[in-house]
């Protein structure tokens, strides 16, 4: 893979190649296959409040994870430059945010409740680390959390670095 060779990049630009990656990429099987992957880590079966998100259209689909009874969900939703976590379950109402994603209307509650967060990423290194979409909220939301934080990315997506910066929050498992 050519990132492999890459000493320094901006963030933008490895942004718009990975989203062209991922424009090629089967996202609805992928999400099944990876959602399979998740529910059968240690991680996932300690957990009883986890933290997923909304997808956009081309994101990693997490939301079939919601049958599954014996857990509790939560989702997130943006309060300025901040994430809060919202309940949520599967028929929740919900509306579209500034970002244009579902937010829960269900009031926040304390992060410190949630085992296991799953993040979206446009892209992960092999280190742990994420590449987001630039705005940080994951990054605040994640600082001083004591949880596990985990993403489910495509292999095409694992890249050698996303070189991060001091304030990225490495994170503790990538489902590939």
Same mark, same amino acid.
């Given at each position: 893979?050519?990132?492999? $060779? ?10 718009? +190649?990975?989203?062209? +990656? ?37 994101? +990693? ?56 967060? +799953? ?9 742990? $680390?994420?590449?987001? $979409?630039?705005?940080?909220? $994951? ?15 495509? *292999?095409?997506?694992?890249? *050698? ?16």
């Amino acid at each position: 893979m050519v990132l492999c $060779y890459i000493k320094t990049m901006d963030k933008n630009k490895l942004r718009k +190649i990975a989203k062209g +990656i991922r424009a090629g990429l089967d996202i609805e099987n992928l999400s099944k296959t990876l959602v399979n992957k998740l529910v059968e880590t240690q991680e996932y079966k300690s957990a009883k409040n986890i933290m997923i998100y909304y997808p956009l259209e081309e994101e +990693i689909n997490l939301l079939s994870l919601l049958e599954d009874k014996t857990k509790s969900f939560f989702l997130p939703k943006i309060d300025g430059k901040n994430l809060l976590c919202c309940p949520y379950k599967e028929g929740d109402k919900t509306c579209l945010s500034c970002f244009k994603t579902c937010e829960p209307l269900s009031e926040p509650c304390e992060k410190s409740i949630i085992d296991l967060v +799953i993040v979206p990423a446009l892209a992960c290194d092999k280190n742990g $680390y994420r590449l987001g $979409y630039g705005g940080g909220f $994951y990054d605040r939301f994640l600082t001083n959390y004591r949880g596990v934080k985990a993403a489910c990315i495509p *292999e095409e997506l694992l890249f *050698e670095t996303v070189f991060p910066q001091k304030h990225d929050v490495k994170l503790d498992i990538i489902i590939c």
